[in-house]
């Protein structure tokens, strides 16, 4: 590890650099801002390591496969579309970010949406495109060169914490979703979930190679306040499962609790 490239950042929300040490895990170093309280990996990996080692390893094609044909994420994505159209009543242009092998945006357009997509995996881009015939890039948001003012929906799914440049990452989606009508939805792992209360470094979501930032029920909408983001409300992402047994239900009313509480395993966030 140390004879990577490490990269030292001040806050993304407030550009300050006064933290304090949360806990070290892989080498490296989780702080928290003094000032937002928003948790960083400080330093980290340069950006140019990170991406090699994300498009290489992140769609395996044995894995692509085996995640296609898995009832969860299947189920997964119809909660996640279920929830957008709660809070977006105009099926329009939706662009998923991050949208990897495609299922949430195949989803998407059999109830109606035009679906986009930008990944940097080029094996999940090839499915998308080749299974589902989806109109979908690989490559970064900014690569697509969207009009303004585009998108009705945007939506995140586990994306924003591998981000490394977050300010200029959050301008552009500001520039391409629709002021006031259109609708963002950013879903990450809570960095001050129950679960990271407890176990801190050995919470399995901490990867401070490729997960940058611990967002909290309170970081993650100062973030998008700061680029012109509003009507911010949090979600209650819903436990999905194939079977309801007695099991499921007991979790699921025991996620929902934790949910109420911000203290639920993820966090996701609905702005316009
Ligand atoms: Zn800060």
Redesign the pocket.
């Known amino acids: 590890m140390n004879t990577e490239n490490l990269e030292h950042i001040?806050?993304?929300?407030?550009?300050?650099d006064?933290?304090q040490l949360l806990f070290d895990k892989d080498s490296l170093s989780v702080v928290t801002?003094?000032?937002?309280?928003?948790r960083y990996v400080n330093p980290r990996v340069s950006q140019q390591t990170l991406e090699e080692g994300y498009v290489e390893t992140y769609y395996p094609p044995d894995k692509v496969e085996r995640i296609h044909t898995d009832s969860m994420e299947w189920l997964q994505m119809t909660e996640r579309l279920t929830e957008l159209e709660k809070h977006c009543e105009d099926k329009g242009k939706l662009l998923d970010v991050g949208c990897g092998i495609g299922t949430f945006l195949h989803l998407a357009r059999e109830r109606g949406w035009q679906p986009n997509g930008v990944d940097p995996s080029k094996s999940g881009i090839t499915f998308a495109q080749e299974i589902h015939q989806l109109d979908v890039k690989c490559g970064e948001v900014f690569d697509a060169n969207f009009p303004d003012a585009h998108f009705d929906a945007i939506t995140l799914y586990h994306v924003l914490e591998h981000i490394p440049d977050l300010n200029p990452f959050l301008s552009e989606l500001r520039r391409i979703l629709k002021p006031q009508t259109g609708t963002l939805v950013i879903e990450v792992p809570n960095g001050e979930s129950l679960q990271s209360h407890l176990q801190k470094a050995d919470w399995p979501y901490v990867h401070p190679r490729d997960h940058l930032y611990y967002f909290s029920a309170r970081?993650l909408p100062q973030l998008l306040q700061k680029h012109g983001f509003r009507d911010i409300t949090l979600g209650k992402p819903r436990r999905v499962s194939p079977t309801a047994n007695l099991r499921f239900r007991l979790r699921r009313a025991a996620t929902s609790a934790l949910v109420r509480l911000h203290l639920g395993t993820v966090i996701r966030v609905y702005a316009s």
């Open positions: 001040n806050c993304p929300i407030c550009e300050q006064e933290t801002c003094k000032r937002c309280r928003l970081s």
